[in-house]
Nanobody
């Protein structure tokens, strides 16, 4: 079965940095896109950053200039480098992967989520 697993969350001080990783595994035909959502307590889930197979990236306005998404295609892994972190970045970050499991359209798979807490 397909697995999408995040790692790298934790506690960091304001202004600090953290790098998240997300790896997809299983019988994957190909990857259309991978990216990150986040959801803070009491707030709606928002899209943070995406990386498509066409090497196109997209960022939420709130993280532009501070976060960088990258990928390692050989390892089916996407990273989120988070710099200049703010308390308002505190949230559960969830990775998604749009995967080709056959010759048809891609399906979306989700990781379990990893907690990022920015606090002094």
């Amino acid at each position: 079965q397909v697995q999408v697993v995040e790692s790298g969350g934790g506690l960091v001080q304001p202004g600090g940095s953290l790098r998240l990783s997300c790896a997809a595994s299983g019988s994957i035909f190909g990857i259309y896109a991978m990216g990150w959502y986040r959801q803070a307590l009491g707030k709606q889930r928002e899209l943070v950053a995406t990386f498509t197979s066409g090497s196109m990236t997209n960022y939420a306005d709130s993280v532009k200039g501070r976060f960088t998404i990258s990928r390692d295609n050989a390892k089916n892994t996407v990273f989120l480098q988070m710099d200049s972190l703010k308390p308002e970045d505190t949230a559960v970050y969830s990775c998604y992967a749009d995967l080709y499991m056959n010759w048809g359209a891609p399906d979306r798979y989700w990781g379990q989520g990893t907690q990022v807490t920015v606090s002094s």
